[in-house]
């Protein structure tokens, strides 16, 4: 066996159709909240099916992972596998660095504020707040860039440091007082996910990041003073949300090195575990709670891993054993990912109040109830998502596709 490195490959610029199906994946999973199978699965409680299904198509209240909260993260680390190909791409065009680099600034601050575009619909004005899954990585998307042109060494070097210096930021914040009011910020007195000791620093609306907000969002305009988010999000959690993005640009250096598919995968798979055990870890032993709605280093690596996981999945299946037919639905929404969540976004009760005028009395009542009122969400959502994809499939089909 050669001891020679494997270099990257400079001439095949290819699109893979293992990363647009993923991203598909993905976005399937958002788009797919229309169906409310939290709803449907209310009316039956002793089903482990249904049970399974509410829990996976929801997000968990504090720490933990559900299906669904790894929407966001792979959404960011894809954005980090992709960019590798984009700059081989730019670079074979003869695109020089600064151009390149004034590309990626106009990206980021697109990214940045067509997320607070989404969160701003239906306000009376700008609803200036940066915790939409496209303002992160919109703020974290230029340094990403800069760390695209490292080895993928001293990429994991900067993971580190980025990991490292936010998780002593928020250990270094004091916690707050016995008199602090929680019931103020949102959080109710008999809210069962406070830590304790260390873990402490990272308990819902009473850490750095919450702090940071208190004074940044307010000063923006707004409705009325921020005082807190009911979710607990927060626009500090870009930073680790570029070390996700991260984590993918090194899968994507792998992706694009002159090596055999088999060692991409098991590279892809020994990052994932030992992502996911050192997030594990972290959790157990207390250094650092896992929760996705904070972003905490923990999670960063925690959800990394299963990224990774999923990666070499998609990777070995459709690239690999060609696949691709198999997974078609998916590469249509993936390849189209930016229209698709604007689509999840806007679109939603424009198309159901559609169907309601339309065909409301088709059949002499109201058609999504004809299997019975338990499954009319189920029904209505699912003619919802058929038409996101029809229009999504009419714009593949003709090479219309959504770029940033």
Same mark, same amino acid.
């Given at each position: ?63 933990? +992972?559900?299906? /669904? ?15 590798? $190909? ?16 004034? /590309? ?107 702090? $940071? ?14 005082? /807190? ?45 030992? +992502? ?11 250094? +650092? ?68 005028? /339309? ?46």
């Amino acid at each position: 066996m050669s001891t020679t490195p494997a270099k990257p490959i400079a001439t095949r610029l290819l699109r893979l159709d293992s990363l647009d199906a993923y991203r598909g994946f993905v976005m399937f999973l958002m788009m797919a909240e229309v169906l409310h199978l939290s709803r449907v699965a209310q009316a039956f409680p002793d089903s482990q099916v249904w049970q399974w299904l509410k829990f996976n198509t929801s997000h968990v209240e504090w720490g933990g +992972c559900s299906l /669904h909260d790894l929407i966001q993260p792979s959404f960011s680390f894809l954005v980090g596998v992709s960019l590798p $190909f984009s700059i081989a791409s730019r670079q074979a065009k003869g695109q020089s660095f600064a151009r390149m680099l004034l /590309h990626a600034v106009w990206r980021g601050v697109l990214l940045t504020f067509l997320g607070v575009f989404l969160r701003s619909s239906g306000r009376l004005q700008t609803n200036f707040t940066f915790e939409d899954t496209l303002s992160q990585i919109g703020l974290g998307y230029v340094f990403l860039f800069l760390l695209g042109f490292l080895r993928i060494r001293w990429q994991v070097v900067a993971l580190v440091l980025i990991l490292a210096g936010y998780w002593g930021a928020f250990a270094w914040y004091p916690l707050p007082g016995l008199d602090f009011d929680y019931s103020a910020v949102g959080v109710p007195e008999t809210w069962p996910f406070h830590h304790s000791g260390l873990a402490a620093h990272w308990n819902k609306n009473s850490n750095l990041a919450w702090a $940071f907000d208190t004074w940044f969002l307010n000063l923006f305009p707004r409705e009325k003073p921020f005082t /807190h988010n009911g979710g607990g999000y927060a626009t500090l959690s870009f930073i680790p949300t570029l070390g996700t993005m991260v984590l993918g640009l090194t899968a994507g250096g792998w992706l694009r090195l002159d090596t055999t598919r088999p060692r991409k995968i098991v590279y892809l798979l020994l990052a994932g575990g030992a +992502c996911l055990g050192a997030g594990s870890a972290l959790d157990r032993f207390d250094v +650092c709670p896992s929760v996705k709605r904070i972003w905490t280093p923990a999670w960063t690596l925690y959800s990394g891993g299963l990224c990774y996981f999923f990666l070499a999945g998609f990777y070995g299946f459709v690239d690999g054993l060609g696949g691709r037919p198999f997974v078609y639905p998916l590469v249509v929404i993936g390849a189209n990912s930016i229209a698709a969540y604007c689509m999840a976004h806007w679109f939603n009760g424009n198309v159901e109040q559609s169907f309601r005028t /339309h065909f409301y009395n088709f059949v002499g009542g109201d058609v999504f109830k004809l299997a019975g009122e338990t499954y009319e969400p189920l029904i209505r959502g699912g003619a919802v998502l058929l038409v996101y994809w029809l229009i999504l499939f009419w714009m593949h089909r003709r090479k219309v596709f959504v770029r940033i």
